[in-house]
């Protein structure tokens, strides 16, 4: 490293090679081991390392009756037999156990848990398995881009061509524009996505339910995981749902139903990107501060689906473009997938550390629209669906030690996403998959489930988030150093230096005070390319059961009015996709904030970006939220 | 007593619905489908009464394609206590459903048919009356309250309508269709889900009811409502008279 240093500074130094200078002063001391710090901690998994002995029980015992599950908190190596399912009442609250328990039916849930009664049929055995799952429908919250790479897919389900994936339409070409207000100027691609598919993520996650149905495994849509269930050891031994019935003022409805304890002998998070329990999760377990890890940052991106003119569909045409209408400090980018059925994925991707507190990402994507190469592709057709999701952008520097005591967090809630391809569905996948062999290691074979953080230090995601990982942090220094980097990094170094670049200050840090930023002026919707907010949320088909308590919860309720609006300009009411946040007058004509928490969209991008994270989301009663099926 | 409960399969009530491009219909590929919410209060009501002691068995029907099961497992995670499916590969219109409801009612001796007032994809309003009339049964529709007397075999029932409420007592086997404020659906819980997956769902097909499908209404058309047209503002009152009397010919 000293030696590169050296041999810039001997140069004659342009000015690229100053900022370049600046980049190597900024460089973190301990990130000169690619594998960070191997000698952190291991974490004491002490009920799996039972699984030692790993005997089966003398037939004549249940191990799952009442009295024992009393008698033995800790969890036992024990086997069980088939559908022998144990429903015991303790303290009001029915409980159900299973042998894994995962959270999300997503990417990452689904894998999990198909991989593991894969294991389970090539063994010989079998396992429970249950996965709980917040939207109405599995896929019903799955949203994303989406050009999809299926290198996992081929690993977990090799024959998915001749079982009616919906994965039909082959990336053709891979177009790069850098937009001006007017103009599109083409640029060579640093994408290559020969080999990949354009998809709805929602219909392979639906496609991906059913197979994983097919092989036993119990879904249940419509319930939200509210709580984390720990033993007095303080390890995790499943999840809650949340009550249902419960009034806006919190008292019980006539419908009123308590949660139920879901617990597992092994539970696996796959909330997707800033999950709600996960988060709990890292903070009490500190798994960031374990590997060193630094936080995560995120992009809020907007998306819609188009049906368009059949003269103008090109399946398999694939549009990246930067620029406009994001000004050069503002890091995100714009795509445009053409998928079969005349339908076009369509969405704007902002990253949220975005200093302007004006800055509206959702009017941006309104602007995108009407910018001329956009608009000739969308002209004469119509919106078929809109929604939004944040995604990670931390990449390898913000990976967290996955496991903890009881289980394990796989895909975006961990945080695989690779950023300069933009794809984190085939990581997530894989990161199930790992996982779900360390599970079945340690609940067959008496292993450990830190076997999952050593087989995905082992895996192509580590190779390849490693390789990518300093695409990202290189734009804290603007967007043409970025761009500087990101070419010398795709065409040259590949991520070979020994150098780990770091990332910016936290999203919710790097807000500005409104009084030193200008404030947007956003063009009106014209209803025809560009919508207005309640238009666009009503193609979400979002909704929420409205006489529950606001899932948002705010940590200091005073802090919207006393803070968020005089010194950021109230930002929530702009970032948020779905108009949760508006600030309206009370009867003594000063404002208020009120939370339309029925709009919502699961985004999280108010947990993320609120400045002083006083906006805490959490999970509203299941079946409520987006219903995505084409996203 | 048995119970029947017709439910039925629709568009999920939040769902932004579209018209097919061939206009033979509303697009329901790739789109959320619910039981209808007036089926989930009509079930509720059966399990309330069955609850209360006056029925042994509830009974929940469902007409349409092999996902009616998911609805019907629906039903039976509320606590139905078995299902019956009654395999139709496209949708029927509310005569040839009053007509296969009535012969799942000769086979099954039901004493009380429930059904929602109305389905949310067509609005009919049709199905109830008709069944009750080809069973030559009494028949309360728009009920907001029902009370059993078991020991007359009668249901006093509150209807809604456009007047206000209206009481009838009706002697039962009766079909009684319900309306909004009737009840609050229960919750399917977790539990009872995982224990409707052994309750039995019986497939039955229409040759086995031996009922006659051919219908007398065929759909030509579905378009879109026109676009609303927007107002125009009048500058005298000289104006607007001219404008009801020679452009609206209202006056």
């Not at chain 1, 709980?132 to 061509?161: Q, T, Y």
């Not at chain 1, 942090?473 to 967007?479: K, T, V, W």
């Not at chain 1, 999203?507 to 009106?524: G, M, V």
């Not at chain 1, 929420?544 to 803070?563: F, G, N, T």
């Amino acid at each position: 490293m000293k030696k590169m240093k050296a041999l810039l500074l001997d140069h004659h130094r342009p000015l690229s090679f100053t900022i370049m200078h600046r980049f190597l002063l900024k460089l973190s001391s301990s990130s000169t081991n690619p594998l960070r710090n191997s000698k952190f901690q291991r974490l004491i998994l002490p009920s799996l390392n039972l699984f030692a002995s790993g005997s089966p029980p003398p037939p004549s015992a249940n191990p799952y009756s009442a009295d024992s599950f009393r008698k033995s908190r800790a969890f036992s190596s024990k086997s069980r037999a088939l559908g022998v399912r144990c429903i015991s009442s303790e303290a009001g609250r029915e409980a159900i156990e299973y042998d894994v328990v995962i959270i999300g039916a997503g990417p990452a849930g689904l894998s999990a848990a198909i991989r593991l009664k894969q294991l389970c049929q090539e063994k010989n055995t079998d396992l429970s398995v249950c996965v709980v799952e917040k939207g109405a429908e599995v896929g019903g919250h799955v949203i994303s881009g989406n050009v999809f790479e299926p290198l996992a897919l081929d690993e977990l389900l090799p024959h998915w061509r001749q079982e009616q994936a919906p994965i039909e339409v082959a990336a053709s070409s891979d177009k790069f524009w850098f937009l001006t207000k007017d103009r599109a100027i083409p640029l060579p691609s640093p994408f290559d996505n020969k080999g990949n598919y354009i998809i709805s993520l929602s219909q392979l996650v639906r496609w991906l339910g059913g197979k994983a149905e097919e092989l036993g495994i119990e879904i249940y849509p419509g319930f939200s995981a509210s709580e984390v269930l720990y033993n007095a050891s303080d390890e995790v031994v499943g999840i809650a749902t949340k009550d249902m019935g419960i009034s806006k003022d919190g008292s019980k409805k006539e419908t009123f139903q308590p949660g139920v304890d879901i617990k597992g002998r092994v539970t696996l998070f796959a909330e997707g990107c800033r999950g709600s329990l996960s988060e709990k999760i890292i903070k009490k377990y500190k798994l960031r501060e374990e590997v060193n890890a630094q936080h995560q940052t995120y992009a809020l991106g907007i998306k819609e689906v188009w049906e368009i003119d059949e003269s103008k569909h090109n399946p398999g045409e694939v549009i990246h473009a930067l620029g406009w209408p994001l000004d050069p400090k503002t890091y995100g980018g714009s795509f445009l997938y053409h998928m079969n059925d005349r339908q076009v994925a369509l969405g704007l991707v902002v990253a949220l550390n975005y200093k302007n507190p004006f800055l509206n990402p959702y009017e941006e994507f309104q602007k995108l629209k009407h910018h001329p190469a956009i608009k000739r592709i969308l002209e004469g057709g119509t919106v078929l669906q809109y929604g939004a999701r944040t995604l990670n952008e931390g990449g390898f520097q913000s990976i967290p030690y996955p496991v903890f005591p009881g289980g394990a967090i796989i895909g975006c809630s961990a945080g695989f996403l690779n950023v300069p391809k933009i794809k984190g569905t085939h990581t997530a996948m894989k990161s199930g998959m790992l996982a779900a062999e360390a599970a079945f290691g340690a609940l067959h074979e008496g292993s450990n489930m830190n076997t999952y953080w050593d087989s995905l230090r082992g895996s192509w995601v580590w190779k390849e988030l490693y390789a990518a990982r300093n695409y990202r942090p290189a734009f804290e220094y603007g967007l043409i150093p970025g761009l500087a980097v990101s070419a010398m990094e795709h065409y040259v170094l590949k991520g070979k230096v020994p150098f780990t670049l770091k990332h910016g200050k936290a999203d919710h840090e790097a807000t500005d005070l409104a009084r030193k930023c200008k404030p947007i002026e956003y063009p009106k919707p014209d209803g025809v390319l560009s919508f207005d907010v309640p238009t666009s949320l009503y193609r979400s088909n979002t909704n929420h059961d409205h006489d529950q308590p606001s899932h948002l919860r705010l940590k200091d309720p005073k802090i919207p009015e006393k803070v968020n609006l005089p010194e950021y300009g109230a930002p929530e009411s702009r970032y948020c996709p779905a108009r949760v946040y508006e600030y309206v007058e009370d009867e003594e004509g000063k404002p208020k904030l009120q939370i339309n928490a029925q709009n919502c969209l699961h985004c999280k991008a108010c947990d993320i970006k609120d400045p002083k994270q006083n906006i805490e989301w959490t999970v509203p009663e299941g079946g409520g939220g987006p219903a995505y099926s084409v996203m | 007593m048995k119970i029947l409960v017709a439910v039925k399969r629709v568009v999920d009530y939040a769902v932004k619905i579209r018209v097919k491009p061939d206009k033979t219909g509303v697009d329901t590929q790739n789109v959320k489908m619910s039981m209808n919410p007036f089926c989930e209060i009509a079930l509720e009501e059966a399990l309330r009464i069955k609850e209360a002691g006056f029925a042994k068995e509830v009974v929940a029907v469902s007409i349409g394609p092999s996902q009616c099961v998911d609805t019907l497992r629906t039903g039976l995670a509320m606590g139905a206590d078995r299902g019956i499916h009654v395999e139709a590969s496209y949708s029927f219109l509310p005569l040839t459903i009053a007509k296969i409801l009535k012969s799942l009612a000769d086979v099954e001796n039901p004493g009380l048919i429930f059904l929602g007032k109305q389905a949310i994809d067509d609005d009919c309003n049709q199905t109830g009356q008709m069944v009750a009339a080809l069973l030559g049964w009494p028949q309360a529709t728009f009920a907001s309250k029902v009370v059993l007397d078991k020991d007359k075999q009668s249901a006093t029932v509150d209807r809604e309508v456009d007047e206000g409420l209206e009481t009838l007592s009706v002697d039962l086997p009766a079909v009684i269709t319900t309306d909004l404020r009737l009840n609050q659906p229960r919750y399917a819980t977790l539990p009872n889900i995982m224990k409707a997956k052994s309750k039995p769902i019986k497939k039955m097909t229409l040759e086995d009811l031996k009922v006659d499908i051919k219908s007398d209404i065929e759909i030509v058309e579905v378009t879109e409502p026109p676009k609303r047209k927007s107002g125009v503002i009048v500058s005298s009152v000289d104006e607007l008279i001219y404008k009801l009397k020679n452009e609206a010919h209202v006056v």
